[in-house]
């Protein structure tokens, strides 16, 4: 899977989640941002601090999804390098660790936004044969992470609001499901008027599809 759209990935993941990352974010976040753009001496570095994590609780379920998380984006390397069987291997660790995380803390926003995340930036870049089931887990993910913050939504920013009813959106365009796309769709248009996410909204209400160019994450360095 591309580099740049992993990283992307994460960086909405942080976003959606919609609250000041603290606690084991904050702590492992840097290193696999630079992994995940080819420093290999940090990705190895966060993958350590996820296992002396893991070692000393188990159940640590934010340090398990960004351990799964490590492990999915290793086995895009090893695909790309030409070890298939390695790769085939590393991609269902990963998701295995992944949704391990979301079993053992099925209410924690931070877990299920990065997973959402991480589901639906790669589901772009497996065959189609084998994105379906990593959309339907990110769309999971993505409707609870907006049920948790039923509560304080009205209180968050354009950006994490944006990106998590556009990854819903998009995602549901994916599958062929127009209702709920429309749904989240409208949702944009009306919450977020004048913004970046409006604008594409109107794009698919109007033509039912969106370029490639217009799919992906809305970052600070693109939503002007």
Request: with cysteine; charged share 25%.
């Amino acid at each position: 899977m591309r580099v740049s759209t992993l990283v992307l990935g994460f960086g909405c993941a942080l976003v959606t989640a919609g609250i000041a990352q603290e606690r084991f974010d904050s702590v492992v976040r840097n290193d696999f941002f630079a992994g995940f753009s080819g420093d290999k001496e940090a990705l190895a570095r966060a993958m350590k601090t996820c296992e002396d994590a893991l070692e000393k609780n188990p159940n640590d379920a934010q340090a398990m999804v960004w351990h799964g998380s490590g492990l999915f984006f290793r086995s895009g390397e090893a695909v790309h390098e030409g070890d298939i069987e390695k790769g085939l291997d590393l991609y269902q660790r990963g998701l295995k660790e992944m949704q391990s995380a979301v079993t053992i803390a099925p209410d924690d926003v931070t877990v299920r936004a990065a997973r959402g995340a991480i589901l639906l930036t790669g589901s772009q870049q497996v065959p189609s044969s084998m994105a379906r089931p990593l959309i339907e887990d990110g769309l999971a993910d993505y409707e609870h992470t907006l049920e948790l913050q039923t509560g304080y939504w009205p209180r968050l920013g354009t950006h994490p609001r944006g990106e998590l009813l556009f990854g819903l959106a998009e995602g549901y365009s994916r599958i062929g499901n127009q209702a709920k796309a429309t749904l989240y769709f409208e949702r944009i248009a009306k919450e977020l008027p004048g913004t970046p996410y409006a604008k594409r909204a109107a794009t698919w209400l109007e033509t039912k599809s969106l370029p490639a160019s217009q799919t992906g994450c809305i970052g600070c360095h693109t939503g002007k």
